[in-house]
């Protein structure tokens, strides 16, 4: 959309199809786009006839883009950081733009966070996001729109769900959508990169008010079924469990002699190196067969160590 409206101040009278072609879509998108503009405050003028097309109405001029240097620090941060977890929001070209416009001095400063900053954190194996995926499930969350969805499940099925989008959430390097399926007839998440195309209905919905998405999609990133349930208890203090132990791999409660953790596994000997590594000491409440695969750790680490 901000590619449309570029092209509309720097060639104005360009015609749906050489605009559809520039920006490699349909003339609807185009439409759809210019519209878009024109409820943002951008008068975008569409003319019929051979000498017609699109263009701004006269006088409109975008404001200079004014940054202070920790302004222009934290936004090509934000960059960054987006481009590292695989989010396809044109961060190069927002990054050429942001040090084009800035004064030069700035510029180079920023410019050197772009070329010399690096990040370490993981990186994810999923797809990127889609921009137009993100706008638009963005856009009916904040006008309490239903969308049409046209969905990938994690078996590669398309599915199409009627979805009354609550809320957005990025955890993990990974977006989710979380909202009240109508397909299902009730709450469920919705991971954003199997999202294919995202359709705005004319029906309108209202969150419950205490609805928070954070806690919903975290708790249902912790509920999702496994074959085992886990109840351990870890000695060590509430909040140095917390920074260790996401909620997205179970719950944690405060007791007299630890934290219990309840949690679901697919696999008890991957449960067991896990807990292991977290390097305190713990009390397996249940199953039996986990207090099995720590014992079997514990061999061969003894083992690998040359111990007896």
Do not use: C
């Not at 132990?245 to 007299?256: K, W």
């Not at 008890?268 to 397996?284: E, N, P």
């Amino acid at each position: 959309m901000l590619t449309l409206l570029e092209l509309l101040q720097a060639r104005p009278g360009l015609t749906g199809p050489e605009l559809a072609a520039r920006l490699e879509v349909d003339e609807r998108t185009i439409r759809r786009y210019a519209a878009r503009l024109t409820d943002l405050g951008v008068p975008v003028q569409a003319d019929r006839g051979r000498y017609g097309g699109y263009r701004l109405l006269p006088g409109f001029k975008l404001p200079p883009l004014m940054l202070s240097e920790d302004e222009a620090t934290a936004v090509v941060l934000g960059l960054l950081v987006g481009r590292h977890n695989g989010i396809a929001l044109g961060t190069e070209s927002a990054l050429a733009k942001i040090e084009r416009v800035l004064p030069k001095a700035l510029g180079e400063r920023v410019r050197a966070i772009s070329e010399t900053v690096g990040l370490a954190f993981h990186r994810p194996a999923s797809p990127p996001l889609p921009p137009s995926a993100l706008l638009s499930l963005a856009d009916a969350t904040r006008r309490r729109r239903r969308v049409q969805m046209r969905y990938r499940s994690f078996r590669g099925a398309p599915t199409t769900r009627d979805v009354d989008p609550y809320g957005l959430v990025l955890y993990s390097a990974r977006w989710y959508v979380t909202g009240f399926d109508h397909l299902r007839q009730e709450l469920r998440t919705f991971r954003a990169d199997r999202v294919i195309s995202v359709d705005l209905l004319e029906e309108t919905f209202s969150p419950p008010d205490d609805f928070n998405a954070v806690t919903h999609v975290l708790d249902s990133l912790a509920g999702v079924p496994f074959r085992h349930e886990v109840e351990v208890v870890l000695h060590a203090p509430l909040e140095e469990v917390r920074r260790r132990v996401p909620p997205s791999v179970g719950s944690l409660t405060e007791l007299g002699s630890g934290v219990r953790l309840v949690a679901r596994a697919e696999r008890l000997d991957g449960m067991a190196q896990m807990l292991a590594g977290l390097g305190w000491s713990f009390a397996v409440v249940r199953p039996d067969e986990l207090r099995v695969e720590v014992l079997a750790l514990a061999d061969r680490l003894r083992s690998l160590a040359g111990g007896s």
